[in-house]
Structures are given as structure tokens and as C-alpha cells.
């Protein structure tokens, strides 16, 4: 046998004689190493370990998420045609989809709308502007009416909305808020709400969808983008849509969901829900409201509008045409119609 460095290994006899000779001394060193002070049957070797820390570790901050935007309340502007029925649409569609951490809920929207001296059962009929969201902001990116009448008025709010979930997760969304009002003094009143429903996303977007989807120069709120993903919007829409983007920048206000079923104050179906028609409200960035924007844009629009193959262009300017193509009531002063037959 050898030891480590290569030498004779001594015999045990030798080991013990050694010890014997050193001494009590030289027997308690022994002792210690071979870790006897336990007990003689114990043979592992001692194990040092550093004393536990007394320091209580500081917790880990939560970093806090930043403030959802708030954009300021809509408020019409100047050329507006009844403008406190759009301002009391808008009041009550902010009050529905946006409130503070601890806000959410049924009854807490409730409240929010009684505040507003409307029936608070509207609240009940808010739909996707109220998702199941800790806290929500909204933006009210434009109202413009679905018909006003002396007596009746539809006004709808385009929103987009942020939420916040109680995990710290965001996300943004938005719809589209058909609001039915009534006279009533001192103002006039909530009647009913009917929230877009644009249904879900195709499959597989037509090409014409996605050219429409990436182009630049065609604005569209949350509402009109799940239209067109859902595939049930016809192609003459997107055709118009992309050959108007060529002279135009066109900011859509509505186009499938959102809008009344019938033309207002008919029974005649409108083309909107039929997937067959779109609203602009602002064209290069000049509201159609505005007295301010020349009329001669919003007429080379409409026109240009017609040469894309509407049969049916509405705004504020009257323009005369072969078989009634061109019309213009309160209802459209503030946005143009393109609507189509197929």
C-alpha cells in the first residue's frame, strides 16, 4: 500500500505506537479529527456550517403598471345640427365603458348612469362596452348621427376602449354604439342601446381585406376593422375603399356593425347591416362637420365616391344627379354615405 505522495504506507502498529507516544495531548488532536467528541461509534467527519443570517430580506417592489390613457370627453363641434343629443349620448357611453380600480361591475355602472339622471337599467344593455375588466378607459373617437328626427334621434358613439385585468395585463378594443334618444325636458333622454356586434373573424381575410387593413390612408375604428376581418362585407366596399385611398385619406366612422337595421324612420332596410355600405367622417383629415372644410372637397369626394361605383352617396352638399345618385339630409351633414347595391 502507498500513501499520496507515492512512499511506503505505514502499518497500522506503527500508527498506534505513534499516538501512544505522543501523549494526552497528542490523543485528544486525534480525538478531534476523527470527530469523536459525539461519541465513539461516530465516524463522519465534522461538518462546519456558517451561523443563519438574522437579516429579514427586503420584498421585491411591484413595479406599478402605468395609467391607462384619458383622452378628454368628445364635444361637438362647431356646425353641429342638435348638439347636446350627441353630447348626452356620449355622457352615458363614457360612463359605461370606463371607470376607475373598483368601478367595475353591474351595480357600479348602474349608479354611474343614474348619476346622469338616466334610467339606470340602460346599464343592463351595454353589452361589449362593459367587458369584465379591473379598470377602463375610453376614447369616444367620433358621434355622428344614424338619424335625427324632431322627436327621435339615433346617434352613434365610436369608441375605443383600454382595459385592465387584475393581473396587470392590458389590451384595447373598442366598439361601435347605436344610442336611440328621445325628446324630454330639459333634455333629451336614453331610450336604448344597441351595441355592435360585428361577429367573429374569418378564417382567412380576402386580399382585398388585408390591402384595405395595411393602407395608410384608410382610418378605421376597432368596429370597422373586425367588420371587414369578418368576412361579411362585400368587395365592392373594399374596392371603393382602396380607389378613394388613391386622391384621399379617409377616416371611416362605420361600416357594417353599429348602425341601425332600418334607414331611420323607415322600415326600409339600411345597407350598412347587409355589409354594403361605409360612413366617412373626416376626409384628409377635415371633419365633414366642420364649416371650416371646403365644401368643394367634401363634393369632389362624394363625386369620386359615385365614379367608385356607389349608387348612393349622402352628405351635406347637394349635388345633382341622374336618378337621384346624390342626396343630402340632417341626418348626413356630418358624414358622407357610400352604399351599394351589391
Known amino acids: ?41 461516530s465516524r463522519a ?18 413595479p406599478t403598471p402605468p395609467p391607462l390613457p384619458n383622452p378628454p370627453l368628445w364635444q361637438p363641434g362647431p356646425g353641429e345640427i342638435q348638439p347636446d343629443v350627441k353630447r348626452r349620448a356620449v355622457e352615458l357611453v363614457a360612463a359605461l365603458g370606463a371607470w376607475p380600480p373598483g368601478g367595475q361591475g353591474a351595480e357600479a355602472a348602474r349608479a354611474r348612469v343614474a348619476a346622469l339622471g338616466l334610467p339606470p337599467g340602460l346599464a343592463d344593455q351595454a353589452g361589449p362596452l362593459a367587458p369584465v375588466a379591473a379598470e377602463a378607459s375610453l376614447e369616444v373617437v367620433d358621434a355622428q348621427y344614424g338619424g335625427i328626427l324632431a322627436d327621435s334621434a339615433s346617434v352613434l358613439v365610436v369608441c375605443r376602449q383600454w382595459t385592465r385585468q387584475s393581473d396587470g395585463s392590458t389590451a384595447v378594443g373598442g366598439t361601435t354604439v347605436d344610442v336611440r334618444l328621445g325628446r324630454a325636458e330639459p333634455r333629451w333622454t336614453v331610450t336604448a342601446l344597441h351595441p355592435g356586434e360585428p361577429g367573429p373573424e374569418a378564417a382567412s381575410a380576402a386580399p ?50 353599429g348602425h341601425p337595421l332600418d334607414v331611420f324612420g323607415t322600415t326600409r332596410p339600411s345597407d350598412h347591416p347587409l355589409g354594403r355600405a ?4 373626416r376626409i384628409d383629415g377635415r ?10 372637397l367634401i363634393e369632389s369626394f362624394m363625386r369620386d365616391a359615385a365614379a367608385a361605383g356607389s349608387y348612393n352617396v349622402g352628405g351635406p352638399v347637394a349635388i345633382p344627379g341622374v336618378g337621384n345618385q346624390f342626396f343630402t339630409d340632417d341626418t348626413h351633414h356630418d358624414h358622407v354615405h357610400v352604399g351599394f347595391n351589391s
Open 1 to 41: 500500500m502507498t500513501s499520496g505522495d507515492g512512499g511506503p504506507a505505514p502499518g497500522r502498529r506503527t500508527v498506534l505506537r505513534a499516538g501512544a507516544g505522543a501523549g494526552a495531548g497528542a490523543a485528544a488532536v486525534l480525538l478531534g479529527v476523527a470527530g469523536c467528541s459525539g461519541g465513539a461509534k
Open 45 to 62: 467527519p465534522a461538518v462546519t456550517s456558517a451561523p443563519a443570517s438574522t437579516e429579514v430580506p427586503s420584498p421585491t417592489a411591484t
Open 208 to 257: 382585398a381585406v388585408a390591402r384595405v387593413l395595411a393602407e395608410p390612408r384608410i382610418e378605421l375604428p376597432p368596429e370597422a376593422v373586425a367588420d371587414l376581418r369578418s368576412g361579411l362585407v362585400h368587395d365592392t366596399v373594399t374596392a371603393a375603399m382602396l380607389r378613394l385611398a388613391g386622391p384621399y385619406t379617409l377616416t371611416v366612422s362605420v361600416v357594417r356593425s
Open 278 to 281: 361605409f360612413d366617412v367622417w
Open 287 to 296: 371633419a365633414v362637420v366642420d364649416p371650416a372644410t371646403p365644401r368643394r
